[in-house]
């Protein structure tokens, strides 16, 4: 009996969570329409505990997203404040680090230097066109999106919880952008693009398009910040076969002997890989990862952190890795059952 109430209550949980996951993409797909995937990884990246890079042309709703998933969780003082904590910083050539980190100024009651919190202090973060500030100002995020904390002197300060970046790009190609580093890319859990919509749906937006831009007065709040952090943690609990733990092992690796590919992943890419795939499962209402995730994640995952030899190599080189590790591990015919 007591085996029997325990697995009720592991149901009940895993019930919760999915129930709480399918509110939030529900409403963010109330607002962004016709990006059922795209929403799907941008909350992947938030349950994994990353940050996501939103890269397309402009207009094509990469700001709404970040601003309606920020709507949708609410802050832990509902009554005082609606939303979880959200900031905007619009990057541009001019922008300086302290105008993101914060900056000491002179308090002249208490005769002392007191240190004033920038916008990285909060909990969904817009870094709107990242590639159009300097490299200098880039490298500013460096430290808060790895470790969850900012220096200042001999001091460090800690993040909110949960603190997720969304930063958007347009493409490298156009004016007045800089490319950004390979060590600030590789913060990023994640790499997108949201590309047009079909006709039908962009009709709907056109027919609907005051009632969307209207969405930061009728986005209501779905999650607390105390549930985001909850299905963090249960995201951690998915179960991940060993074998599994051993494709991802030979992708990363598979990189970095490729002809087409001059620079392969990191080992923190790898890890990165474990946390999205526990995540994107969670998401799917499962508790463990099964093989087909590592297709749907790859290119998300770990296109961006490659260097490729060339544009022919840069479509097809790490869609073949992935590939053939997913038919190795479908002819080994894995039971994705935890209790195991």
Do not use: W
Not at 66 to 83: R, V
Not at 231 to 258: M, P, S, W, Y
Not at 263 to 274: D, E, H, N, T
């Amino acid at each position: 009996m007591a085996e029997e109430s325990s697995q009720q209550e592991i149901e009940n949980e895993q019930n919760s969570h999915a129930i709480s996951i399918g509110k939030l993409i529900d409403n963010v797909e109330q607002v962004i329409k016709g990006h059922h995937e795209q929403i799907t990884q941008v909350i992947t990246c938030l349950i994994a505990g990353g940050h996501i890079l939103l890269e397309d042309n402009p207009g094509s709703g990469k700001t709404v997203m970040a601003k309606t998933l920020a709507y949708s969780i609410s802050g832990e003082e509902a009554s005082l404040n609606s939303h979880a904590a959200f900031h905007r910083i619009q990057f541009t050539p001019d922008l300086l680090p302290m105008d993101l980190l914060g900056t000491h100024i002179y308090d002249e009651q208490a005769k002392d230097f007191v240190f004033k919190k920038g916008p990285l202090f909060t909990n969904v973060l817009l870094a709107d066109e990242i590639n159009r500030a300097s490299p200098k100002v880039q490298s500013a995020l460096l430290e808060c999106m790895a470790e969850r904390q900012i220096t200042m002197g001999d001091q460090t300060y800690p993040l909110e919880k949960p603190f997720f970046v969304i930063a958007t790009q347009n493409p490298i190609e156009m004016e007045g952008t800089y490319p950004l580093p390979n060590a600030q890319l590789d913060r990023f859990f994640m790499k997108i693009s949201f590309g047009y919509v079909p006709e039908v749906v962009e009709f709907e937006i056109y027919q609907k398009y005051q009632e969307i831009f209207n969405f930061e007065s009728t986005t209501e709040a779905v999650l607390s910040v105390g549930d985001v952090l909850a299905l963090q943690e249960e995201a951690n609990k998915v179960f991940v076969h060993d074998e599994l733990v051993k494709g991802v092992n030979n992708i990363i690796r598979a990189t970095r002997d490729n002809q087409g590919i001059s620079l392969g992943a990191s080992v923190r890419s790898g890890i990165i890989f474990l946390r999205c795939l526990r995540a994107y499962a969670l998401i799917n209402k499962r508790s463990y990862v099964i093989e087909d995730d590592l297709t749907q994640l790859a290119h998300s995952v770990l296109h961006h952190r490659l260097l490729f030899n060339n544009k022919s190599a840069e479509a097809e080189a790490l869609n073949s890795i992935a590939k053939s590790e997913v038919k190795r591990l479908a002819r080994l015919k894995l039971s994705f059952d935890e209790t195991n």
